[in-house]
């Protein structure tokens, strides 16, 4: 069963922005929440993530000062703001099934993705 789901991409021109959100199933907790990226003919690549623990986050160094992961109590968010071409990609929300995994960064859950498409 689906157990998250993207939504909020699009297309936007370079130094546009973009915000993500990322929702869970009903009655389905979650330790940990990340954003990764897959572009066409590349290998899916982290981008962003939070553990509940501490609420520690952590950033890919290709976003760091642009991007910005978020949760309240039922989803999780990516503002993405100086939008980039590179940053074109199809993004996709990961959950983290227990306390140790949510902790190490181990996503066991992952939604269908929503494309991002940053254009020149």
């Known amino acids: 069963q689906v157990q998250l789901v993207e939504s909020g991409g699009g297309l936007v021109q370079a130094g546009g922005s973009l915000r993500l959100s990322c929702a869970a199933a009903?009655?389905?907790?979650?330790?940990?929440m990340g954003w990764f990226r897959q572009a066409p003919g590349k290998e899916r690549e982290f981008v962003a993530r939070?553990?509940?623990?501490?609420?520690t986050i952590y950033y890919a160094d290709s976003v760091k000062g642009r991007f910005t992961i978020s949760r309240d109590n039922s989803n999780m968010y990516l503002q993405m703001n100086s939008l980039k071409p590179e940053d074109t990609a199809v993004y996709y929300c990961?959950?983290?099934?227990?306390?140790?995994?949510?902790?190490?960064?181990?996503?066991?859950?992952w939604g269908q993705g929503t494309q991002v498409t940053v254009s020149s």
């Open positions: 990961a959950g983290s099934s227990s306390v140790s995994r949510g902790s190490s960064g181990v996503f066991d859950y």
């Open positions: 009903s009655g389905r907790t979650f330790y940990g």
């Open positions: 939070i553990a509940w623990i501490h609420n």
